[in-house]
């Protein structure tokens, strides 16, 4: 009996152990993984999408009523099935923007960052979310950097009203990159990975409120400590995320405010098992009939890119 076969039989077994359901249903999964891709992903398609719903995670008891709600960025900032496994789910951030900016009890947004940026695209999204934020809530958006906070991260983090750094964060990174450049054509991706570096000088001297000229000079590649930034205009105070939270409570007359994270509801073990199944599946058919994702050139704004 082949590998594959013993492992969808025991992936099957488990969900019928842990989720109740029938041995028909069992037996199809089975038979569907061994041969038509698309029926198993159907049939896993009716335990996925189950506990998906974002749960909240009180942080400190306060007013309900006026609330500031902590989103955490931390690794690569791209979208692929690989990146949620390695600490970042960019579609879990999206879907915590767009609870943010559903809900009225909001008053304050403590961005947190560690990271060292990630695709332009990916990173456009999440700052673009905090930008209507901020325009359709009215709410003040502050920062936090922790360990590192450059590219797209730094990209991210030009959303806020006010950015902290501790003196030991790495940020900057001003710089845009092409993955998997390979192409015949190589003026076409210089001139293309030229305007999204323009793009991002642009949109750092217009947040930043810092000249041109200077911001060009600072975007050479270089990072900076959190010292260095604030001298160079990129932060406006040396702290940590406690300091950020104090700040903005202080601020904007929050503090008395609850704050709280959100958080994906609690998976149960068929939810568990069901996505593996789906990623043999997806794996499988990207192996034969896709490009492998990681070969698609991209633009990037990432430290230690290529």
């Known amino acids: 009996m082949s590998q594959k076969r013993w492992l969808a039989i025991v992936l099957a077994i488990a969900i019928f152990v842990f989720s109740f359901v029938s041995i028909e249903t069992v037996k199809n999964v089975v038979s569907a993984i061994q041969g038509d891709k698309a029926a198993a992903t159907a049939l896993l398609d009716q335990f996925d999408n189950q506990d998906e719903a974002l749960t909240e995670q009180i942080i400190h008891k306060g007013n309900s009523k006026k609330r500031i709600v902590i989103l955490n960025i931390d690794g690569t900032i791209v979208n692929n099935p690989q990146s949620a496994t390695n600490g970042y789910d960019h579609e879990i951030i999206l879907e915590e923007l767009t609870a943010i900016k559903k809900d009225q009890t909001i008053g304050g947004v403590l961005l947190v960052l560690n990271s060292p940026g990630g695709g332009a695209y990916e990173s456009n999204q999440v700052r673009e979310r905090l930008l209507e934020i901020q325009k359709t809530q009215a709410i ?167």
């Open 140 to 306: 003040p958006i502050y920062v936090a950097m922790k360990n590192i906070a450059t590219g797209g991260s730094y990209f991210i983090a030009t959303s806020g009203d006010k950015l902290f750094a501790s003196n030991e964060t790495i940020t900057g990174f001003i710089q845009a990159t092409m993955k998997n450049a390979d192409s015949p054509n190589k003026e076409v991706v210089q001139k293309t990975t030229n305007d999204s570096y323009l793009r991002f000088l642009d949109i750092v001297s217009q947040s930043r409120e810092i000249p041109k000229d200077k911001i060009t000079a600072l975007a050479d590649g270089r990072i900076f400590n959190g010292n260095e930034a604030k001298k160079n205009g990129l932060i406006d105070e040396i702290g940590n995320e406690q300091d950020a939270l104090a700040v903005l409570m202080n601020d904007h007359q929050l503090e008395d405010a609850e704050v709280f994270m959100y958080q994906p509801s609690n998976p149960t073990v068929s939810n568990m098992m069901t996505d593996k199944m789906l990623q043999i599946l997806q794996l499988k058919n990207e192996q034969e009939q896709q490009p492998n994702v990681s070969d698609i050139p991209q633009m990037m704004y990432l430290y230690g890119g290529e």
